[in-house]
Structure formats: C-alpha cells, structure tokens
C-alpha cells in the first residue's frame, strides 16, 4: 500500500521562545471553529498532542511540548486552554504529504559499495 499524497492540515503558533504545532483535521473544521466555540474541540483536532518545533518552523522537527515549556510560554500547563489560544492566534497550515520512497525493509543493513 502507497502511502502519502495525503492531506496535512495543522495551526502553527509561533511563541516568544518557542514554536507550536496543533494537528487538525482540515481547514474548515477550524475555521468553523473560530466562528462558533460551540463546536466541539474533537471535531476539529487530529489528535491531543501540542507539538513544538524548537523554533524552526511548521516543518521542523515535531517534539511533544512538555508541561513546562506550556506553562513557561502560556503562563498555564492546562491542554484544553493552550489548544484554544493556539487555535485562535495560530497560522492556519495545509499541505499535501507525497508519495514516499526509498528501502521498504531497514532490516537489511548498509546497501552500499563495499
């Protein structure tokens, strides 16, 4: 099965010290969201998780924002309070992931020239 040429929706929030990264489930769900708080957050968010990126951008490499880094940047360690402000504040971002390639079995060590 080909995996890739999929949809990548994501709020990209950049802080005083660090940046952040929300996955969601495409753009209108947060744009509906924006309009009406009443939507419920599950219908909007790909998953719980606030990732950050270490100041390098939405495409950066994503790491689980720890409870500190949360509390240092938005004064509140609190996910439903943070995902909300990231969600309000944040850089709507859409872009789709290609087709990927390369060795399908890493079991099989180095395949260069000896």
Same mark, same amino acid.
């Given at each position: ?7 990548? @929706?994501? #709020? ?11 996955? #969601?489930?495409d %753009?209108?769900? #947060? ?7 009443? %939507?419920?957050?599950?219908? %909007? ?5 606030i ?12 790491? $689980? ?17 943070? +995902?909300?402000? +990231?969600?309000? $504040?944040? $850089? ?6 290609? $087709? ?6 890493? @079991?099989?060590?180095?395949?260069? +020239?000896?």
């Amino acid at each position: 099965m080909t995996r890739g040429n999929t949809r990548q @929706s994501k #709020v990209f929030y950049k802080g005083l010290t660090e940046d952040f990264v929300i996955m #969601v489930e495409d %753009v209108t769900a #947060v744009q509906n969201w924006r309009r009406d708080h009443s %939507v419920p957050l599950a219908q %909007v968010l790909d998953g719980w998780k606030i990732f950050t990126s270490r100041q390098h951008g939405p495409q950066g490499i994503h790491n $689980e924002a720890s409870r500190a880094t949360l509390e240092r940047e938005f004064g509140t360690s609190n996910y439903n309070d943070v +995902i909300s402000r +990231i969600l309000n $504040e944040g $850089e709507i971002q859409e872009n789709i992931n290609t $087709e990927r390639q390369g060795i399908r079995n890493e @079991s099989q060590g180095p395949r260069g +020239i000896h």
